[in-house]
């Protein structure tokens, strides 16, 4: 009946301050055919999943890619650019997602956060 | 003309379409009640002479023609609806939050503000998430649910949640005074209010075995967890 969060159950644990209400996922490059690439859309790998079918559940999830810059914007070094999932990418849980602006080729094999939200559940 | 009434009359013959009214000739005939002003007048239209009229002025052309017909906008008479509640979502559910300032807390949902956010407690005690207001779509229903029957949310609307307008001084000097003396605390009354709504909410989640710790601990993915597999 309760959900499966962290363990709340053993009352010992001490709290840990980071919170992941993310899903991990991986850059892998932009959509591209064998000698064209269209830097509008990513293509990004989220751990776990591995189908066409399971993508469904994450269409439409806002994602965020977070890189860090020597100069401080907003009294931070850390930045950031907003995506979301737009559809499944093959038959193997690959998706494609378009970001506010287009991702840097550098950010290839990068870490990018799928939120959970907007939420349906 | 006839003496102006008071009240602008509804149209009797709205529009299906601009041009095409619902009613017909015949039917408009009889909602206007022509009938009856004939059969009061013995089967004929009363006639009144026309007056005299008054010497008009001789019309000048105007000197600006639109270049194409003036079209009048389309009446638009929508009235928006409060978002839709999804059906996972009742009062009394125990609610995730997916972002902001307390997310991975589970939360108490009450109910669905007539703006459609939905007005939340933590309880306060429990797990320090106050009355609070949050859009459906940053929240994961959990089919853990809570007896709510004790707590009276009526008194709280989008109205109680509205920031307070500060009055703007200008003047220099106060410019340089601290500007933030004030600290914004809290005032009483929401504290009440709030006392008022985890009371009986408290006493309900005790009566569950293990609710206390589980509202009080947070959510937060861990390795290997798929969130398109869990079952909240």
């Known amino acids: 009946m309760l959900d499966s969060g962290t363990g709340w159950r053993t009352g010992g644990r001490p709290e840990v301050d980071r919170w992941r209400l993310y899903v991990r996922g991986t850059i892998l490059g932009y959509k591209r055919s064998k000698s064209n690439q269209y830097p509008n859309t990513s293509l990004i790998q989220i751990e776990g999943v591995t189908t066409k079918e399971e993508v469904a559940w994450y269409a439409g ?19 950031c650019i907003w995506g979301k999932v737009t559809r499944p990418h093959g038959n193997s849980g690959v998706i494609r997602a378009k970001f506010k602006s287009n991702l840097p080729p550098k950010s290839m094999g990068d870490r990018v956060r799928v939120f959970m939200y907007p939420s349906n559940i | 003309m006839a003496a102006k009434r008071k009240t602008p009359v509804k149209t009797r013959n709205p529009d299906l379409i601009r041009g095409v009214g619902k009613y017909s000739r015949s039917k408009m005939y009889h909602k206007r009640g022509l009938w009856a002003i004939k059969a009061k007048h013995g089967g004929v239209f009363p006639r009144h002479d026309p007056k005299p009229k008054a010497p008009v002025a001789p019309e000048k052309a105007p000197k600006f ?30 609610l995730i939050l997916l972002a902001g300032r307390f997310m991975g807390k589970r939360v108490v949902f009450l109910k669905q503000l007539t703006s459609g956010l939905l007005l939340v407690t933590g309880p306060f005690k429990i797990n320090g998430v106050p009355l609070r207001r949050l859009n459906q779509s940053y929240v994961i229903a959990t089919s853990t649910k809570v007896d709510i029957s004790g707590v009276n949310v009526e008194k709280f609307d989008d109205k109680y949640f509205a920031k307070e307008v500060e009055k703007k001084k200008k003047g220099e000097g106060e410019f340089f005074e601290a500007e933030k003396e004030d600290k914004k605390t809290l005032p009483d009354e929401k504290k009440e209010d709030q ?17 206390k710790a589980y509202l009080a601990a947070r959510f937060s993915l861990k390795s290997g967890m798929k969130p398109h597999e869990l079952v909240f």
Do not use: C, W
């Open chain 1, 61 to 79: 999830k806002r994602m965020a890619y977070i890189y860090k810059d020597k100069v401080k914007k907003n009294s931070s070094h850390y930045r």
């Open chain 2, 65 to 94: 023609y639109p270049a194409e017909d003036v079209k009048k906008p389309l009446l638009n008479k929508r009235k928006p609806k409060p978002t839709k509640l999804r059906a996972s979502i009742t009062p009394g559910t125990v």
């Open chain 2, 195 to 211: 006392k008022a709504v985890d009371a009986s909410l408290i006493k309900s989640i005790e009566g569950v075995v293990n609710l």
